[in-house]
């Protein structure tokens, strides 16, 4: 899952996925394709922005970012 961008390395108790995590970041392969907050920041209260995220013409902004990365496909 680390190796193809769906988890994190947690490297509080070991960086053995480390490696694996640096190669998702660098290919930009799943969560690293966008922006995210890692779940030990999110926990802490770090929250991305809503004025990065676009809004949709409803006013929804997933359905907006779901439509933008459609629409590059």
Known sequence: MVLNGW?????????DYAGQE???KTARRGIWRGEFVPPWEWRQGKRIQAST???SADGCAIKASVRMKLARL
């Not at 988890?7 to 960086?15: I, V």
Request: hydrophobic content about 35%; overall charge positive; charged content about 20%.
């Open 7 to 15: 988890a994190l390395a947690y490297r509080k108790y070991s960086n």
């Open 22 to 24: 640096q190669s998702a």
């Open 53 to 55: 995220v676009p809004d």
